[in-house]
């Protein structure tokens, strides 16, 4: 399995990763997020309905489509 991968503009490569959480009110819900390292959870393309992009900062982020 390869990870969805993202190479940011300082050259760091990201990888996109999810993991279901449940909240306080008892919904269960998905959270995406990158890591520097590919781990459980990583995903190999990106969930649909969402891009990618940059912060200001330089660390990838998800978007929703509009």
Known sequence: ???FAVTNSKGNT???HARVTTLKN???QTIYFFAKEVK???LEALPT???H???KNGLPVLKKIA
Request: aromatic share 16%; charged share 15%; glycine share 16%.
């Open 26 to 28: 008892g919904k269960q």
């Open 14 to 16: 990201y990888y996109l």
């Open 40 to 42: 459980e959870g990583a």
């Open 53 to 55: 992009a940059e912060s």
């Open 1 to 3: 399995m390869s990870a």
């Open 49 to 51: 309905g969402y891009t």
